[in-house]
């Protein structure tokens, strides 16, 4: 029984290892989560320089859709209800592969999908990249991983059986040679009482002599 627990618990910990390192670090990140950005990249864009920037021209619905046909090439869009982001005014549109945000007085565009947003300036250059680090972190800690869309959270839930599994293996292999020793002992103590009896009943007992005066 031991044998087949030690296989089983090894390939178990050998299984479920990946996501104890992960579940553990993004557990540390849902209690700690302003000390461990403050030492993740962050964005480095200042975007006050937007109001200024050179060559900065005004965009339209139009061109607000040519845009974001040129960055998501395979979707449709539809507007949102919203028209401002970041404090400018802008067109909001949202496709199946992310959203693109134009700033109608600068031409200045983001595209944000699930786990980053890239800015852009009217030529189309990239002058910042941010990480959403906190919708990665809860994603891997419920899932286990960030394609969640395909699997779900299977995954997640059959790592979490294995956990379960692994520990209640280990429990046992601690548990059971400690009660196995415990038996055997008292079994020797039953046995070195069962042979001390014979003996005893046959040392004689000494009489009891009465002297009469």
Known sequence: MIRTLKTVHGWLGFFVMPWIVVIG???IYLNHSKAILAWLPGPSFDERQIETWPGARRVDYAGAEAIA???FPEDSFEPSS?????????FILKGDSGRVIVAKDSGFYWVKTRFLRKTYD???RQVDTKIYWGRIFKVLHRAGWLDRDTLG????DIAGGAMALFGLTGMLMFLVPRIRRLRNRAARRRQARAAAAP???AVPRPQRITLRT
């Open 122 to 124: 009217p030529d189309g």
């Open 153 to 156: 959270t299977w995954p997640a």
């Open 199 to 201: 003996r005893a009943a």
């Open 25 to 27: 670090l993004t557990g």
């Open 82 to 90: 919203k028209d401002s982001y970041h404090g400018f005014d802008a």
């Open 69 to 71: 046909a040129s960055v």
